[in-house]
């Protein structure tokens, strides 16, 4: 079969689906807007390899977006599902899953003392913002450009992942009044945000931030004589009673056994952080925790209401509980040596074929910039070489790797990625390599 014929199931389920779906798909990026063509349509997932709808496989460098942290259906991750399956599906009511996860985040991440379950990272974000103001009695909210925090309709603004892929400012149907709520602050930027607490910090009730941004690409925060910028942040937050959210949807549990604060929590507490994707295994699962008190201003002892018929829910709570009892240090050791043997092999394949790029990560995430200096924000992010990026991503496709289909996003290892899976992206990277060279 040629590429062309083998994508006709895929093409026909497309076609389907934008009569039915908007775009023909649940999520946007999903719909390779950026990168042109059909979306694969999957029909399964074992291990580090994907298998649609037309019979080819491709080795996964997306995971999901990063669930898929110790692979695709991982026996014993599948198993504690389809054991918790046959005792009910959904209870809406307290199950024991529930306290066990929770206890696992809080024995690993230390600012946070309690935590609550929700169905997915925009919910947790959302969901934090209102305690923040709640706590503060504050409207303002500050974030970053390029750093993405789900749909939530008050950090939709300059945002990464879709946001940044389509270039889209922000979001239509976000009222006037909540974007007057929210100031978006260049990443990285001290000045821009010291003067901002100077002018309005009294109307500040919070600054949340990606720990490392990685929606923009991996964008890790740096250092300034010796104070990291999540540092700086907690410190210049607090000074004016405003709290810092970090988000660790993206990062949590991934970047190292204890998100990225395992990586650069020295010296500076979180209020509130975020959490999604890993912690739920493969299912819908996000969570948000912190600071006792805050999280005691919660319904039904306080007076922020925060519920969900879905929250907490048994299979999601086994799918992440079994994924935790795997995320051990030497889980952490396997993924951090994947991912350096993996950046090394796509350099040296694009520094043989000539194309200008930088690598960039995060503990064990990382992502590639098509550009030469390295990136520190969105405005460097979004000046790279798109159209070579759309070239290398098909080159791959077309070899049997599935990488994110946009510039701007991650690239997502597991535990399943072993050296033979290695090999065929080691085989894969010479020809798309030349293809991204060849303007
Ligand atoms: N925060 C961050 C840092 C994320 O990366 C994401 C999703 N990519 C979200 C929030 C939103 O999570 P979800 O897609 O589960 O709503």
Redesign the pocket.
């Known amino acids: 079969m040629t590429p062309a014929d083998a994508t006709t199931v895929s093409a026909d389920l497309f076609s389907r689906a934008q009569q039915v779906i908007p775009s023909g798909v649940n ?1 946007p990026v999903r719909a390779f807007g950026s990168v042109g063509g059909t979306p694969p349509f999957l029909t399964s997932a074992q291990g580090a390899l994907l298998h649609d709808a037309d019979g080819r496989d491709y080795v996964d460098l997306v995971g999901s ?2 669930p898929m942290i110790l692979g695709h259906a991982h026996e014993p991750v599948v198993e504690a599902v389809r054991d918790a399956a046959g005792r009910g599906l959904s209870f809406g009511a307290p199950q024991s899953g529930e306290v066990a996860l929770a206890e696992e985040v809080v024995s690993r991440i230390a600012p946070v003392e309690q935590l609550r379950l929700v169905n ?6 959302m969901s934090a913002l209102r305690v923040a103001r709640a706590a503060t009695d504050r409207d303002v909210v500050v974030k970053f450009a390029g ?5 939530v309709d008050a950090l939709l603004a300059e945002a990464g ?1 879709g946001v940044a892929t389509f270039a889209m400012p922000g979001s239509a149907g976000v009222t006037a009044a909540t974007a007057r709520d929210t100031v978006v602050l260049p990443y990285g930027d001290r000045a821009a945000v010291s003067a901002l607490f100077a002018a309005r910090g009294g109307e500040i009730a919070a600054v949340i931030t ?1 720990a490392a941004p ?2 923009m690409g991996v964008v890790p925060p740096r250092e300034e004589d010796g104070i990291g910028f999540n540092r700086f942040l907690a410190e210049t937050a607090h000074a004016s009673g405003a709290l810092l959210i970090s ?5 949590g549990f991934r970047a190292s056994r204890e998100g990225y604060y395992g990586v650069d929590g020295e010296g500076w507490t979180p209020d509130l952080m ?1 959490f ?2 890993v912690i739920g295994g493969g299912l ?1 699962v ?1 969570a948000f925790g912190g600071r006792k008190d805050l999280m005691g201003l919660l319904a039904p002892a306080g007076p922020v209401y925060q519920a969900g018929t879905l929250s907490g829910n048994p299979l999601a709570t086994a799918a992440g509980l079994a994924t935790f009892a795997e995320l051990d240090e030497t889980a952490y050791a396997t993924l951090a040596s994947t991912s350096r043997a993996l950046q090394q092999m796509v350099a040296d394949a694009l520094t043989t074929a000539g194309v200008p790029h930088v690598i960039q990560n995060a503990g064990t995430l990382f992502s590639v910039f098509f550009r030469e200096q390295p990136v520190t924000g969105y405005d460097d992010a979004k000046m790279q070489d798109t159209e070579a990026f759309t070239r290398f991503f098909h080159a791959m496709l077309d070899a049997g790797v599935y990488l994110p289909p946009s510039a701007f996003e991650a690239w997502f290892v597991s535990t399943a990625h072993t050296p033979e899976v290695l090999d065929r992206i080691a085989d894969a990277l010479p020809g798309a390599a030349k293809a991204a060279a060849s303007a």
Do not use: F
């Not at 988000?247 to 990062?251: A, F």
């Open positions: 999520s977006w990063g997915s990272g925009t919910e947790a974000t750093c993405y925090h789900g749909h992942s990606e990685a929606n988000d660790e949807v993206l990062t975020t999604g994707k819908p996000g």
